[in-house]
């Protein structure tokens, strides 16, 4: 649960886009998320949790036509890096073969925020680290360490060498549905899920590129590089 904390403090602390990413004129600096692109197996998961949780008065992201995906590594880019960023995922994403990707639960933190749980295998903690690899060095590395990282001391080395505390052994897939809600009948949801939790069987089919909200949600798709499908 700890983990889950950092993930969205961090992403919070990046901040949002801001208005300017719809046109071509980008900030100086943008908050850019590298993701897995699930598989419909997978979406269709988040597609059903979001209609239960519409009906019992809540909006998902998915529901506000955001793109369901499992972040990879976020962190943030001078926007002048992004032609070479795009370049350097495409090339670790040509000729790839699809993964598997599953879900498996659902997970609710302190302040609300909602995930379905990702399993995180060898094939995908790769494909992480591979990225995490190949994007580090474009990054802005003069982002200094948000304040709430003093609570999570272990997570410091890996943000100064990377950009990102949620990296390597500190990554931890997952696939928001919602953040800070208020509705009390997220309980009433999680108590019809206990017996019967969410889970999917599906595959990685590609690594996507996308501007991104203070919440970590996809606001702008650079660009999606869809791997090889499986025989």
Known sequence: MKMRHAILAFALALGSVGPAHAQADLPAKVSVDIYAIPSRPIVAAVDQASADLGKLGMTT???R???VHATLYLTQYPASALPRLKAAIARLARGRQAI???VDGIERTATNWLFLRVNRTPALQRLADEVTLAAEPLRDHDLAPPAWMKDYPA???AFERYGSPNVFMQFDPHLTLLANETNPALGT???TRAQHPPQAQGQVVGIGIGLVDANGQIVKTLAEYRFVAQR
């Open 61 to 63: 992201f998915r529901a």
């Open 65 to 67: 036509g955001q793109a």
């Open 100 to 102: 598997p990707l599953a």
């Open 155 to 157: 997570k410091l080395p």
């Open 189 to 191: 949801y999680l108590a």
